[in-house]
């Protein structure tokens, strides 16, 4: 038996989740257990046989892949996902965690003589990807932080920050007169 240990991922309540599988060889038969209890299985010509929590909830793939719709907090749990591929069984485990979504975030504003700079926070247990977006500006900053210098902002200029995490994204805005000194 081929074993690959845990791989640990999150999700976010309400979205639909496909588990990251990967999986190059032809998939004769396909188990999928939470916290050991079988939840989903194929077999070969037969069709998908889905059991508990994930039964209407999830589609399993050819491929192997699960998607879990509406993700629930209840969701969370040690998963293995056991194939054939009628030589050697497989095996893969994933941990998986579900989040509440993320908050808006708060954007906070220092300032020096020649800068603005900006700061987006938000108060989450994952991995934040953050963006900063100008009224005045097309284009798109990916930091935490932004500096702009102080000839590039007038009176009508607006910042705002855009958090994602997975696929569910948040952001607050700020008009960047409040923040001169």
């Given at each position: 038996i081929a074993r690959?240990c845990?791989?640990?991922?999150s999700?976010i309540v309400g ?5 990251p ?10 188990v999928?257990k ?7 299985e194929w ?5 998908q046989t ?10 399993l ?8 719709v509406n ?7 040690t ?19 579900v ?5 808006e975030?708060k954007?906070?504003?220092n300032?020096s ?10 108060d989450f ?10 009224s005045n ?7 935490q ?13 607006k ?6 995490f ?15 000194p």
């Amino acid at each position: 038996i081929a074993r690959i240990c845990c791989e640990n991922i999150s999700g976010i309540v309400g979205e639909n989740f496909t588990f990251p599988v990967q999986i190059d060889e032809k998939i004769v038969e396909t188990v999928w257990k939470r916290n050991k209890h079988k939840v989903a299985e194929w077999e070969g010509q037969n069709k998908q046989t889905y059991f508990d929590s994930l039964y209407g909830r999830s589609v399993l793939m050819e491929d192997g892949s699960l998607t879990i719709v509406n993700l629930q907090k209840n969701d969370s749990g040690t998963y293995e996902l056991e194939y054939w591929d009628s030589v050697t069984v497989h095996k893969l485990n994933f941990v998986l965690s579900v989040l509440d979504p993320p908050p808006e975030p708060k954007i906070s504003c220092n300032t020096s003589d020649s800068e603005l700079v900006l700061n987006c926070i938000a108060d989450f247990q994952g991995s934040l990807n953050y963006a900063w977006k100008l009224s005045n500006d097309p284009h798109s900053y990916a930091n935490q932080e932004l500096s702009i210098p102080w000839k590039n902002v007038d009176a009508t200029t607006k910042a705002t920050c855009i958090i994602k995490f997975s696929q569910t994204e948040r952001s607050s805005e700020i008009s960047l007169n409040q923040c001169r000194p």
